[in-house]
């Protein structure tokens, strides 16, 4: 089964607010996000956005720039069609239904981006040559002076999510990967607490590109 078969199975036969990683709202990746000073109009990529309703939060204020990329159509439309339902224009996003590792990043109509968001699709890349890859890409889209925002699962978090071995990290760890054009500002910790009342420990890093 390929990774985007797996994903599509996930977002097909569960509903958003049953997955573990169920927010019903994204608090603390919101806050990381607004204290990014920018320029003009944020443009903002969430990796791994799907059915997050972050972008419901993002898309209340009308100068952020939104893309929300997502390995499942499934979880694009669940967040489409809530948009939608709520009166939201779900048309001022820019959905794209793509690997992280293979999209070209770069000819996204946001790109170049002010600030990369990605709350738990880093700690799937387990092998170290698509941790490679992610940090290429990574650099190919955010300008220089932009905001990394990324969230794991921390060293003392799961080893498994959704039935798929994860990578753990803490602060350290984390800026080891990114230690080449990136400077780590921050780290934050949060225990999440899913639907079905399990605790997961989270990380937060943000880093600002060189």
Sequence with gaps: MTNKDHWEGVYSTKAADEVSWFQPQAERSLALIHACVCEGPRRIIDIGG???RLVDDLIEDADNQITVLDLSAAALRTAQARLSKSGDPAQAIEWVEADVLDADLSRLKGAPFDIWHDRAVFHFLTNASDRVRYVEQLKSALKPGGWLIIATF????????SGLPVERYDADKLAQVFAEGFTLLQQQHETHLTPAGAEQKFIYCVFERD
């Design 154 to 161: 921390a060293d003392d978090g799961p080893s498994k999510c």
């Design 50 to 52: 799907g059915a997050s």
